[in-house]
């Protein structure tokens, strides 16, 4: 099972919305290599939910219910006839007690090298296993 880190701008979707709802399509990744990303979570991934803006935290824990379907919003296919823009389906699993700031995670020497911190843009990535051994540790689980 992977761990990838899903960002969102909080007054868009929020984690608070997700766990209302209590499933949601992750939609709306253009970025090609947020989107090949997105490509490769299945179905029991874990995923730590981000806050973008004034937040800049990670403030939730998500699992991945369904693998990469066709954005019905944007049908296509790539030349290689490969699906063009995929969506995935997404359940809360809780709130994180202490959120993780983007600020602690420059200062602590895990986190050297993690796309969050080298790639601002990416809206999906992969979480490695050591920096989510960081992230469990800072955020009480």
Do not use: C
Not at 18 to 38: E, F, I
């Amino acid at each position: 099972m992977a761990t990838f880190l899903l960002k969102t701008e909080p007054s868009e979707f929020s984690f608070a919305d997700l766990q209302k709802k209590g499933r949601a399509r992750w939609d709306g990744v253009s970025n090609a290599a947020a989107n090949g990303h997105l490509r490769a979570i299945a179905p029991g991934d874990e995923l730590f939910i981000y806050h973008t803006g004034d937040e800049k935290s990670i403030v939730g824990l998500a699992r991945a219910i369904s693998g990469p379907m066709e954005d019905p919003a944007r049908p296509g296919r790539t030349a290689k006839g490969d699906i063009k823009f995929v969506v995935i389906d997404v359940e809360p699993v809780r709130a994180i007690k202490t959120p993780l700031s983007l600020a602690t995670m420059k200062t602590d020497k895990r986190f050297e090298g993690f796309a969050l911190l080298t790639q601002s843009r990416l809206s999906v990535m992969p979480v490695p296993a050591n920096v989510e051994k960081a992230i469990r540790a800072l955020t009480k689980g």
